[in-house]
């Protein structure tokens, strides 16, 4: 019998979720024994929030960006507040008004805040509990989750490709919710307990939150629903709760470098009292102020690729500040590993001639894994030769 028909036999017996006398869960063990697809190495570096914990006032050099790197762009926070909103429940009705604003949005900053989105408080309270009380934990419990060599799933870093890099003032636990399939049940937490189930509450919720808004950008793309939907039926998605510690010279280092994600949409939850996410937009970084409750959503590398570039997917970073922490959770939506992405046919014609050629999105998403973030440089492993959208602002 294949692994897999064991797995529904077990499943249909009822025993999936049964504890056997050795303390197994049977989902999880059954998970284990079957090829888990792995996505790229990092190589192993200090947690940061045990650094900061041991000595506040250090900043390692490892840590420290040049200045030109710090000062190449402006700094507009007072365009925070032009960063589009847009009300889900009025957009899921096809109101004609808010499709606009999202065709807007995704046009001119790759960026929106969504509201009225329908997740239950009480499911985004229990994630932030949970996270924050898993971060609390000592370190030697933390790294029984620890990613392993050859892979990014559980807590670390990612992106870490060499041992002269500068490094993100943050740590990460990275979860892959689905497929199923793809899930290594034992790097998700044990403690808090009811951890897997708070993260499977969460990400179910903003799951059907990003099915609507697929749904309305393939509306406003001009491509028939199936086909995109199609490309999203298994599709792959992850979670990633970055845990940002204050820093004693903010201005020396970045919580996560610039970078553009590798998704279709990223659905992102942040503290609504810290602001630490910021934008590339008309010639410099913005903030992106949190409003209370509301979900950040970006436009990721495969809609920029789908629309040959009409919409983009923007870089992004995140500071970090001297005196508080500040937890986020991004979870990422894209094709499944086998999707075959290109620019759509329509969205080319003589004024707008092809820029990427076809990509299998599991390749592009672990080529870009395989190297260090650095703004849209990843980009290329899809860019037609001579052609190039960068830097464009
Ligand atoms: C990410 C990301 C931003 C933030 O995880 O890809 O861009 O504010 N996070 O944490
Ligand atoms: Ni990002």
Same mark, same amino acid.
Request: proline share 5%; with cysteine; net charge negative.
């Given at each position: 019998?294949?692994?897999?028909?064991?797995?529904?036999?077990?499943?249909?017996?009822?025993?999936?979720?049964?504890?056997?006398?050795?303390?197994?869960?049977?989902?999880?063990?059954?998970?284990?024994?079957?090829?888990?697809?792995?996505?790229?190495? !990092?190589?192993?570096?200090?947690?940061?929030?045990?650094?900061?914990?041991?000595?506040?006032?250090?900043?390692?050099?490892?840590?420290?960006?040049?200045?030109?790197?710090?000062?190449?762009?402006?700094?507009?926070?007072?365009?925070?507040?032009?960063?589009?909103?847009?009300?889900?429940?009025?957009? !899921?009705?096809?109101? /004609?008004?808010?499709?606009?604003?999202?065709?807007?949005?995704?046009?001119?900053?790759?960026?929106?805040?969504?509201?009225?989105?329908?997740? /239950?408080?009480? $499911?985004?309270?229990?994630?932030?509990?949970?996270?924050?009380?898993?971060?609390? @934990?000592?370190?030697?419990?933390?790294?029984?989750?620890?990613?392993?060599?050859?892979?990014?799933?559980?807590?670390?870093?990612?992106?870490?490709?060499?041992?002269?890099?500068?490094?993100?003032?943050?740590?990460?636990? $990275?979860?892959?919710?689905?497929?199923?399939?793809?899930?290594?049940?034992?790097?998700?937490?044990?403690?808090?307990?009811?951890?897997?189930?708070?993260?499977?509450?969460?990400?179910?919720? *903003?799951?059907?939150?990003?099915?609507?808004?697929?749904?309305? @950008?393939?509306?406003?793309?001009?491509?028939?629903?199936?086909?995109?939907?199609?490309?999203?039926?298994?599709?792959?998605?992850?979670?990633?709760?970055?845990?940002?510690?204050?820093?004693?010279?903010?201005?020396?280092?970045?919580?996560?470098?610039?970078?553009?994600?590798?998704?279709?949409?990223?659905?992102?939850?942040?503290?609504?009292?810290?602001?630490? @996410?910021?934008?590339?937009?008309?010639?410099?970084?913005?903030?992106?102020?949190?409003? !209370?409750?509301?979900?950040?959503?970006? *436009?990721?590398?495969?809609?920029?690729?789908?629309?040959?570039?009409?919409?983009?997917?923007?870089?992004?970073?995140?500071?970090?500040?001297?005196?508080?922490?500040?937890?986020?959770?991004?979870?990422? *939506?894209?094709?499944?590993?086998?999707?075959?992405?290109?620019?759509?046919?329509?969205?080319?014609?003589?004024?707008?001639?092809?820029?990427?050629?076809?990509?299998?999105?599991?390749?592009? @998403?672990?080529? !870009?894994?395989?190297?260090?973030?650095?703004?849209?440089?990843?980009?290329?492993?899809?860019?037609?030769?001579?052609?190039?959208?960068?830097?464009?602002?």
């Amino acid at each position: 019998m294949s692994l897999r028909n064991k797995k529904s036999t077990l499943r249909g017996n009822n025993l999936s979720r049964t504890k056997m006398s050795l303390n197994v869960d049977v989902e999880e063990l059954v998970t284990e024994m079957e090829e888990v697809p792995t996505f790229a190495p !990092s190589i192993p570096v200090p947690n940061v929030q045990e650094m900061v914990r041991n000595n506040p006032l250090q900043v390692p050099e490892r840590y420290v960006r040049s200045n030109e790197e710090l000062q190449k762009v402006n700094h507009m926070p007072h365009l925070s507040s032009e960063v589009p909103v847009i009300d889900l429940s009025l957009l !899921s009705y096809g109101n /004609k008004d808010e499709l606009l604003k999202l065709d807007v949005a995704c046009k001119e900053w790759g960026f929106f805040q969504i509201v009225n989105h329908g997740v /239950k408080k009480e $499911v985004v309270q229990k994630m932030k509990d949970a996270a924050t009380e898993f971060f609390e @934990l000592p370190i030697e419990e933390k790294k029984k989750y620890a990613m392993e060599s050859n892979d990014v799933q559980g807590y670390g870093q990612a992106y870490v490709v060499s041992e002269e890099q500068i490094l993100d003032w943050s740590d990460a636990l $990275v979860l892959i919710t689905c497929p199923t399939r793809y899930r290594k049940l034992h790097l998700w937490p044990k403690t808090p307990e009811g951890f897997k189930e708070v993260v499977e509450a969460y990400t179910s919720e *903003v799951r059907g939150v990003s099915k609507k808004i697929l749904s309305s @950008l393939s509306e406003i793309m001009g491509t028939q629903k199936h086909v995109f939907l199609g490309l999203h039926k298994d599709s792959l998605e992850g979670i990633r709760v970055n845990y940002y510690p204050p820093c004693n010279t903010p201005e020396q280092v970045l919580g996560l470098s610039p970078h553009s994600d590798t998704s279709t949409i990223t659905l992102l939850m942040q503290d609504d009292d810290v602001t630490g @996410l910021e934008i590339r937009h008309g010639g410099g970084w913005v903030p992106v102020a949190p409003i !209370s409750d509301a979900l950040v959503v970006n *436009v990721g590398d495969v809609i920029e690729i789908l629309t040959n570039g009409k919409y983009k997917s923007v870089e992004h970073r995140a500071v970090t500040n001297k005196n508080k922490k500040r937890i986020s959770y991004a979870l990422f *939506v894209s094709p499944e590993d086998d999707a075959e992405v290109e620019p759509l046919d329509h969205m080319i014609d003589a004024e707008n001639p092809k820029l990427y050629q076809k990509v299998r999105y599991g390749d592009y @998403l672990r080529q !870009s894994l395989n190297r260090k973030m650095e703004g849209k440089a990843h980009i290329d492993v899809a860019m037609l030769e001579h052609s190039d959208t960068r830097n464009e602002d």
